[in-house]
């Protein structure tokens, strides 16, 4: 947090957003839930203050896992769909295509299966049909197994 105080007394308002976006994640990845909400929350707004769209869409995708993990199923919600907006905005398939498999597990949460069918089945066909996708594999062996499970709970109503 140290870096934090600096930065801000800097007037670095960029590289506070970033640093406050990769701190987030730390918290998360450290099961330090409302701590990553917290200074997640921050970093959002300081994203978004200094116009840095690819940074804020990809720390929208994390709060949403951050809310998944705190089981808030329609706050995840809203961040995967600010997420997926900011990605159209700046015309990154890759990054949204990643986002909708974040979106599929918040309808899934919430039990909408019609939603998180809806979502995935087009989303699948175009990941395949994209190159240089990171963790592509792993993406798709994600997407495939929520899809099958949207699917069966659907078949059970």
């Known amino acids: 947090r140290a870096a934090d105080v600096v930065l801000e007394e800097l007037g670095d308002k960029a590289n506070r957003a970033i640093l406050l976006m990769n701190l987030a994640r730390t918290y998360h990845l450290d099961n330090q839930l409302a701590q990553a909400l917290e200074t997640g929350l921050a970093a959002r707004q300081s994203l978004y203050e200094v116009g840095d769209h690819l940074h804020a869409a990809r720390h929208d995708c994390n709060l949403g896992l951050t809310y998944l993990a705190l089981h808030d199923a329609q706050a995840a919600l809203t961040a995967?769909?600010?997420?997926?907006?900011a990605y159209i905005m700046l015309e990154d398939?890759?990054?949204?295509?990643?986002?909708?498999?974040?979106?599929?597990?918040?309808?899934?949460?919430?039990?909408?299966?019609?939603?998180?069918?809806?979502?995935?089945?087009?989303?699948?066909?175009?990941?395949?049909?994209?190159?240089?996708?990171?963790?592509?594999?792993?993406?798709?062996?994600?997407?495939?197994?929520?899809?099958?499970?949207?699917?069966?709970?659907?078949?059970?109503?």
């Open 80 to 85: 995967f769909q600010d997420s997926i907006r």
């Open 93 to 157: 398939a890759a990054g949204r295509i990643n986002t909708t498999s974040g979106l599929a597990m918040a309808y899934l949460a919430l039990e909408d299966y019609t939603a998180a069918v809806a979502v995935l089945a087009p989303a699948l066909e175009e990941l395949a049909q994209l190159e240089n996708v990171p963790g592509k594999d792993e993406l798709r062996r994600v997407m495939t197994e929520n899809l099958a499970k949207a699917r069966a709970a659907l078949s059970q109503i």
